[in-house]
């Protein structure tokens, strides 16, 4: 069974810092996709970033990055520059098959301090 | 962009009625939509998957006379809560999944808070 996880339960860091949010998956499946997304204290679910498991290429989104290993099927997310505005609760979540249905790792809570 | 809208936000009932909340993609084409529920600093958790123009499949655990879905077109979803209860009280997701092009990805409501009284 595919299953997300994700180890740090919250984290803090501070205001321009750098911060990386760890998260590793198990899977049979050999294409797939990754994702991280975060839900402010508002709940609003926000996508973060996404990865398509058959492209080798790290994505990017201006300052979430994201470093895919896919051999040890790792996924982290690394915020530069870390803002007041990213303090949130964040989602790793895997999807594959023809239901495309998520599994969800149980959030990192994020807060950025000042 | 990829907006997905929800009404109400928020709802409070009394026990006994029903509660229907809606789901609607704005700007694009969803054959298929999800819906979740959420509990406090929990992850969200899968109720059931609709596909338009059929029946919703539910995640084993739900029951489906319960939480009634109807997916009627390619924009609009509906989560009917019949004879809610206190136990009912929760914070409810719905997410689309966008065809074509970026259909891997799932774009999600603002929540629906329901408190049953």
């Known amino acids: 069974a595919q299953t997300v996880t994700q180890s740090q339960p919250e984290m803090s860091v501070q205001e321009a810092e750098t911060v990386t949010l760890s998260c590793t998956y198990d899977t049979s499946e050999n294409n797939y996709y990754l994702f991280w997304y975060k839900q402010p204290p508002s709940r609003q679910m926000i996508l973060v970033i996404r990865?398509?498991?058959?492209k080798q290429q790290n994505a990017t989104e201006n300052r979430f990055s994201v470093n895919f290993q896919k051999a040890a099927k790792s996924f982290s997310l690394k915020i530069s520059d870390s803002q007041l505005g990213d303090t949130a609760m964040y989602f790793c979540?895997?999807?594959?098959?023809?239901?495309?249905?998520?599994?969800w790792g149980l959030g990192t809570s994020l807060a950025v301090n000042p | 962009g990829a907006v997905v809208s929800q009404h109400p936000s928020r709802v409070i009932c009394k026990s006994g009625t029903s509660v229907k909340i809606e789901c609607r993609s704005l700007d694009f084409q969803a054959t298929t939509m999800f819906w979740y529920r959420q509990f406090p600093k929990q992850s969200l958790m899968l109720m059931a998957t609709?596909?338009?123009?059929?029946?919703?499949?539910?995640e084993q655990g739900v029951e489906k006379d319960k939480f009634l879905i109807n997916h009627a077109s390619l924009t609009l979803s509906t989560l009917t809560v019949t004879s809610a209860h206190p136990e009912d009280s929760s914070f409810y997701i719905c997410s689309a999944r966008r065809s074509g092009g970026l259909g891997e990805t799932q774009y999600f409501g603002p929540g629906t808070r329901l408190l049953v009284l």
């Open positions: 609709s596909n338009e123009g059929s029946k919703a499949t539910y």
């Open positions: 990865q398509e498991a058959y």
């Open positions: 979540a895997y999807s594959a098959g023809n239901n495309r249905k998520l599994i």
